[in-house]
């Protein structure tokens, strides 16, 4: 694998890679968001059938190598953002968001969790929901305060 050499850099040279590194990244993070998109229309308008596959999961396993778990999250969560949060799936708006505040698909999957879960008020809703769009937390950290949540409820209800 090739490296960068980065110690006879100036400091117009790191700052240069790091604008890169940075365009990358946000490229990357926001990447789910436009599969999730092309996925949703495949779905909805079952093109799959015609390129023979019989189901959407065989397509999604056999042509993009997403597992069934997989390919449902980044549909649901691509949904649910179109939703309830359409401003962060407009290619314009995704175009202009910083990497640390796209959300990862799996975050998202989990606020669509909580938003159906009648154990979850909505203070716990919006405090999920920030948790996840505003500070793009990752997945095992917004499952940590869910399940504290859910857990407090637990223990009003007794």
């Known amino acids: ?22 365009e990358i990244a946000k490229r990357h993070k926001a990447s ?3 599969l999730g998109q092309y996925l949703f229309s495949i779905h909805k308008d079952k093109l799959f059938k015609q390129w023979s596959y019989m189901t959407f999961e065989t397509y999604c396993f056999k ?18 953002l179109e939703k309830e949060e359409p401003a962060l799936v407009r290619p314009e708006t995704v175009e202009e968001v910083r990497p640390s505040v796209v959300p990862n698909y799996e975050s998202v999957n989990l606020l669509r969790l909580a938003k159906d879960n009648p154990n979850l008020d909505a203070q716990d ?8 769009l505003t500070n793009a937390k990752e997945p095992k950290d917004v499952r940590a305060q869910m399940k504290q949540m859910l857990e407090s409820r637990q223990e009003e209800q007794n």
Request: positive net charge.
């Open 125 to 132: 809703f919006k405090e999920l929901r920030k948790a996840v």
């Open 63 to 80: 042509e993009l190598g997403l597992k069934q778990a997989t390919a449902s999250k980044l549909l649901k969560s691509y949904y649910f």
């Open 32 to 34: 789910w968001i436009e």
């Open 1 to 22: 694998m090739k490296t960068l050499e980065t110690g006879s850099m100036g400091s117009t040279s790191t700052d240069n890679l790091r604008s890169k590194v940075l």
